[in-house]
């Protein structure tokens, strides 16, 4: 077995390009693309908000029940990008759905076009048989994934 060390890599056509070769051998990825570029795992349970396990997320703020936003270290590099993220829910038997959604701006904007470069929010929301209503105390976790500037 071989073991490389190394700092850096930096493809040698493109600086910012590696292929890397599939796992079956007749396709190649871009190893640059296939990169989480930021994290977070939050937990809402506590009087302030705060990122207990994060990669790129210089600050979390808690903009009221159920309303987050992260601040990423180092930006995005275009207002489109892919967030992934999950949340606790209620116990086994409980009826009411929740839900985890990215917020592309501030909380007040009702009908975002783009996400923020600079950072990404998100709200966590319950519906029952009664009411629809955003939900304070989660526990949720985010990943993004996209180009850096």
Request: proline share 1%; net charge negative; charged share 10%.
């Amino acid at each position: 077995m071989s073991t490389i060390l190394v700092n850096t890599l930096t493809g040698t056509s493109t600086a910012g390009s590696i292929a890397v070769t599939s796992e079956g051998g007749s396709a190649t990825t871009n190893l640059q693309n296939g990169l989480i570029k930021a994290f977070a795992t939050i937990n809402a349970y506590t009087a302030i908000t705060e990122a207990n396990n994060t990669f790129n997320i210089s600050s979390t703020t808690d903009d009221g029940a159920g309303l987050w936003d992260n601040a990423y270290t180092n930006n995005m590099s275009a207002d489109r990008y892919s967030v992934s993220h999950m949340a606790t829910g209620g116990l086994d038997n409980d009826s009411t759905l929740r839900s985890v959604m990215v917020r592309s701006g501030a909380h007040t904007n009702s009908n975002p076009t783009e996400m923020l470069t600079t950072g990404c929010g998100f709200v966590y929301r319950y519906v029952n048989t009664s009411s629809v209503d955003e939900y304070g105390y989660a526990f949720c976790s985010i990943q993004v994934i996209g180009d850096l500037a």
